[in-house]
């Protein structure tokens, strides 16, 4: 595996489940980062993990839950989630010092019915 | 807060023509960077942006920046349908301000026809 990889690519899920996404990064890179992509909105900052530490939430819903166990391992454990946090979720990595470049993985769709 | 606006939000060309796409961002930032995506698939890197006047180019696409102007563009030359994507600029706050945090344009979707 080379970049950054996510999965599941895609998942429907329903309003009560629980569910995690997972995004591992084989760049050696020690930020990571989730990002959340919706039609209506520009794309979203929603965690940031620098040395497997957070240092950004964003005000995000508590139904959103990340987890970074290590450098190269990142989570999104998602519960009781609504329908309008029907989107792409994108983990990116970098480097946490200049020039920051940040890589994206592939996504993952999420729908909420 | 750091604004990124981009303009046009969205723009159909024909190829072979010339085009710039504008990124213009609210607060001080020395580092800008270019994204593309193609439908139904992530974010590429396109150019990363580290100082005033910086250029890059690649292929048909060039981007500069002007921090005094708060202002980056992407210049696309005699456009070829392959460009068809949508493309980001982001923006990073001062380094001492939390380096990582990039901040999107709302994207210029970008359509090249024959």
């Known amino acids: 595996e080379t970049g950054v990889t996510q999965t599941p690519r895609h998942l429907v899920m329903g309003m009560t489940n629980k569910k995690s996404l997972k995004c591992e990064q084989h760049?050696?890179?020690?930020?990571m980062y989730w990002y959340k992509q919706s039609a209506k909105k520009p794309l979203e900052l929603m965690f940031v993990y620098s040395l497997e530490e957070r240092v950004e939430n964003n005000s995000v819903p508590s139904r959103f839950s990340p987890e970074c166990p290590n450098s190269s391992h990142l989570f999104l454990h998602l519960h009781t989630l609504q329908p309008e946090d029907s989107a792409l979720y994108l983990c990116?990595?970098?480097?946490?010092?200049?020039?920051?470049?940040?890589?994206f993985g592939p996504g993952t769709r999420l729908t909420v019915t | 807060e750091l604004k990124v606006e981009q303009n046009p939000l969205f723009l159909s060309m024909q190829e072979g023509k010339n085009y710039t796409i504008y990124c213009n961002y609210s607060?001080?930032?020395?580092?800008l960077y270019w994204y593309r995506q193609d439908p139904g698939k992530s974010l590429e890197s396109l150019f990363v942006l580290l100082s005033n006047g910086a250029v890059k180019q690649e292929g048909r696409l060039m981007a500069s920046l002007d921090t005094k102007a708060r202002l980056s563009t992407l210049h696309i030359t005699a456009a070829v349908h392959d460009l068809s994507a949508t493309y980001f600029c982001?923006?990073?706050?001062?380094?001492?301000?939390?380096?990582?945090?990039?901040?999107f344009g709302g994207g210029t979707r970008l359509m090249v026809k024959p």
């Open positions: 990116a990595s970098s480097h946490d010092r200049g020039p920051y470049e940040q890589y």
């Open positions: 760049l050696g890179h020690n930020a």
């Open positions: 982001a923006v990073a706050p001062p380094v001492n301000n939390a380096g990582n945090m990039l901040t």
């Open positions: 607060t001080t930032s020395d580092r």
